[in-house]
Nanobody, 123 residues
Framework: QVQLVESGGGLVQAGGSLRLSCAASGRTVSWYAMGWFRQAPGKEREFVATISWSGSIVHYTDSVKGRFTISRDNAKNTVYLQMNSLKPEDTAVYYC????????????????WGQGTQVTVSS
């Protein structure tokens, strides 16, 4: 089993930055692809970014390209999401997830999920 715990969320003004962390325990996630998803009130959970186990392959949803960066430190069993130039429409609960697949961009591709961390961007 893999347990994932997100941290780093909070309230920030538009244009600001936040860095989310996702710490894994129970089993190493070094061989898992990792992803970030988000869910705004009244909306479905949507893909944000994913990174391969080696870190050599990354994918982003179009709305965050050039602003968000996903990275990982396998020695620390941790994945990060650096979010810059935040916009009010980035407001959501952000979830970390682990996949045995090849950088999937859909929720069904992930086996393990964290509880989420709230990100609120004020205008």
């Amino acid at each position: 089993q893999v347990q994932l715990v997100e941290s780093g969320g909070g309230l920030v003004q538009a244009g600001g930055s936040l860095r989310l962390s996702c710490a894994a325990s129970g089993r190493t996630v070094s061989w898992y692809a990792m992803g970030w998803f988000r869910q705004a009130p009244g909306k479905e959970r949507e893909f944000v970014a994913t990174i391969s186990w080696s870190g050599s392959i990354v994918h982003y949803t179009d709305s965050v390209k050039g602003r968000f960066t996903i990275s990982r430190d396998n020695a620390k069993n941790t994945v990060y999401l650096q979010m810059n130039s935040l916009k009010p429409e980035d407001t959501a609960v952000y979830y970390c997830a682990a996949s045995k697949g090849d950088t999937p961009q859909v929720t069904l591709g992930y086996e393990y999920w964290g509880q989420g961390t709230q990100v609120t961007v004020s205008s």
